[in-house]
Every structure is written in structure tokens, then in C-alpha cells.
């Protein structure tokens, strides 16, 4: 169980966005630092002007695996930070949604091994609070680092815009997406590709090009919530 540090530390600044501010995390944040909100293009929390987190529970783990916004945010925050990490909070990831083990095995390993992102867990939102407070207290007071919004991204390549684009697809990781773009030749070409032939790029099989081409060809459906 984490040990809380009591008082408050006023020389400590931490953005959070404004989709965190209705957390226990915020919540027991703004009783500890300087709690600032602000809404983020990127990352939930920033610690450093280098330095920013991507909080997930558990279950958004798991959704953002099944919708593929996982692979798209670690893209963004690669490029757009110095050191970002990712934490997850929660008991497990396993056991849940009825995902097999080995697709969130292979998305905990892309994060860490493609992305080079490092993976924090927590087991409650006190816990995820006191680490990020010693993560922010550690670059700005030990290591004097000031903290800023930061989040636009560097000036890719054609190549990385090409990769990034596709990397927005089901379970596509920056590998998938680079033998994808090596094998048509251009995102217009994966894009119109049959399913068939989608499966003929290295690391494509059979229920990977399914999701692909369902994504690409099925209509948009408009929100209930929209006018």
C-alpha cells in the first residue's frame, strides 16, 4: 500500500486534463501540488517539460486494444515527449472481455518493446496520485526541470506520417505498419486492398485482414448524441 506524504508541495506543477479532473487522482492531486487543468492534444498528465503520463485503467487498456486507439497513442506521445511512460491502473488486465491472453500480451510488448514506452502499474487512484507526484517531484525539484504544455509533434517524414496513418488501424503496431507500406507500396494501395491480398504482407494473417477491411468498408454510423 502506498505510504501518503502529508502536506502540501507548492513548488510542485502538474497539468492534468480536463477529462481527469473528476477523478480520485485529481482529486487527491490538487490536495498535494499546484494542480492545473488544462485540455491536453496529448497524454493525461504532464510532469516535465520532457516528461508525461497516459493513465489507464484495466478495462481502458483493453478498449483501447480492441479499438485501436492504444497503438495511435503511444505514436503521438513518442513524438511529442522526451520520456513519456503509460500507467495502468488496476488489479489485471487478464480475465476480462473474453480477450485472449496472448493479444494483450503482444499489446504490452509492443508498448514496451516498439514504442520503447515504459509501463507503470498501480493497484488504486491513491496510488497512481503518489506516483505521479514523485515522478513530477523527482524532474522538477531533484532534477530542476520546469513543466509546460508541450504535446505538438515534431515534423515526421513522409515515411513516419505514412506509418502513423496506418498505424490507426486494428492491432497495427509501427512493424505491421512498416511490412504493410514495404508490401503495397503506399497507404491508398493497403487501404484498397482486397482481403486476400492484405494477407500477403509478412505479419498479416487471416483475422487481422478481416478487422482491416471491415474498418475500411464498413459505414459510419452517426451517434444518437449527435443533431
Not at 49 to 56: M, N, S, Y
Not at 129 to 140: F, G, I, T
Not at 163 to 170: D, I, S, Y
Not at 183 to 199: N, Y
Request: hydrophobic share 40%; with cysteine; charged share 30%.
Amino acid at each position: 500500500m502506498a505510504q501518503q506524504v502529508s502536506g502540501k508541495e507548492n513548488s510542485i506543477v502538474i497539468y492534468a486534463d480536463t477529462r481527469e479532473m473528476d477523478t480520485k487522482v485529481a482529486a487527491i492531486l490538487s490536495r498535494r501540488c499546484e494542480l492545473r487543468e488544462k485540455q491536453l492534444d496529448v497524454a493525461d498528465y504532464l510532469l516535465s517539460d520532457g516528461v508525461a503520463c497516459e493513465r489507464k485503467t484495466c478495462d481502458d487498456f483493453l478498449q483501447s486494444i480492441v479499438d485501436g486507439r492504444l497503438f495511435s497513442q503511444m505514436s503521438v506521445m513518442k513524438d511529442s515527449f522526451e520520456s513519456p511512460f503509460v500507467m495502468i491502473e488496476g488489479d489485471t488486465l487478464f480475465g476480462k472481455r473474453e480477450m485472449h491472453d496472448n493479444a494483450i500480451r503482444g499489446a504490452l510488448a509492443s508498448v514496451a518493446v516498439d514504442y520503447r514506452m515504459p509501463i507503470l502499474w498501480t493497484e488504486n487512484q491513491l496510488e497512481t496520485a503518489e506516483m505521479l507526484l514523485a515522478v513530477a517531484r523527482r524532474e522538477q525539484t531533484d532534477n530542476g526541470r520546469s513543466v509546460s504544455i508541450r504535446g505538438k509533434r515534431r515534423m515526421r517524414s513522409m515515411n513516419e506520417q505514412q506509418e502513423f496513418l496506418l498505424a490507426g488501424l486494428p492491432l497495427i503496431n509501427s512493424k505491421k505498419a512498416k511490412a504493410l507500406l514495404k508490401h503495397f507500396g503506399t497507404p491508398q494501395g493497403v487501404f484498397t486492398a482486397e482481403e486476400g491480398d492484405l494477407r500477403k504482407a509478412e505479419g498479416i494473417g487471416e483475422e487481422l485482414s478481416r478487422k482491416i477491411r471491415k474498418i475500411l468498408t464498413s459505414r459510419y454510423e452517426k451517434s444518437i448524441l449527435e443533431d
